[in-house]
């Protein structure tokens, strides 16, 4: 059964360092998402992405965060200059065009120290 | 911002029917999921319920929603030890952009 991957399953990273979370969507899927979840905390929507663009983005979701789409199969999310605040899961998703299903990743948990 | 709210915990025995319940607030939400996450796991979708709907049955799981309530539930018959995990209630309003609660966490004594 297809499934989405993420890479690395955890990174730890300095404060102020740039971080690449990566992910790689079921392949006819044209919906990407990445969400965060702070530990003990509810899963939070950071970005969506569909025909090449960002559709939707949250408040979370500033300057310091981007994502591209480089290659026919890759999503990946990078945060410029890591905070302490940014230490939590993110998790990857993806949807396809005609479906109301959304599949999730296995998520990346990211420490900052 | 839309707000979802879930119970944190809820303990069941083996073999009892569980029901983990959920508010939302948008009430233009088109489609209602349920989610579950095991320990270390990712989130796997289990069910969910088009807004025009009442009830969802699929095997175990028994979804209802009372729009004007605007509350959803899930019902897990027979429960079982497999089923211990954290289930997540989630909204999709108009768009693409999901809101989860904060998850309940179901205990399955043996």
């Known amino acids: 059964e297809p499934e989405v991957t993420q890479t690395p399953s955890h990174q730890v990273t300095q404060m102020g360092q740039e971080v690449i979370l990566r992910c790689v969507p079921i392949?006819?899927?044209?919906?990407f998402y990445w969400y965060r979840q702070i530990l003990g905390q509810k899963v939070e929507f950071l970005v969506s992405?569909?025909?090449?663009?960002?559709?939707?983005k949250s408040e979370i979701f500033d300057d310091q965060f981007s994502v591209e789409r480089p290659d026919g199969s890759n999503f990946t999310l990078k945060i410029r200059s890591t905070k302490l605040e940014d230490s939590a899961m993110y998790f990857c998703?993806?949807?396809?065009?005609?479906?109301?299903?959304?599949?999730f990743g296995p998520g990346t948990r990211l420490t900052v120290t | 911002g839309e707000d979802v709210e879930q119970s944190l915990f809820l303990s069941v025995r083996e073999g009892d029917s569980s029901v983990i319940n959920c508010t939302y607030t948008?009430?233009?939400?088109?489609?209602l999921y349920w989610y579950k996450q095991e320990p270390g796991a990712g989130l796997q979708l289990l069910t969910y319920?088009?807004?025009?709907?009442d009830m969802k049955q699929d095997q175990r799981l028994t979804v209802l929603l009372n729009k004007k309530d605007k509350h959803l539930s899930l019902r897990i018959a027979d429960t079982q030890t497999g089923d211990s995990a954290i289930y997540f209630c989630a909204e999709r309003p108009t768009g693409n952009q999901f809101y989860f609660g904060t998850g309940t966490s179901l205990t399955v004594i043996p």
């Open positions: 319920i088009f807004s025009n709907m």
């Open positions: 998703a993806s949807m396809g065009g005609s479906s109301y299903e959304q599949y």
């Open positions: 992405f569909y025909n090449n663009e960002i559709s939707e």
């Open positions: 392949s006819n899927h044209l919906y």
């Open positions: 948008d009430s233009s939400s088109t489609y």
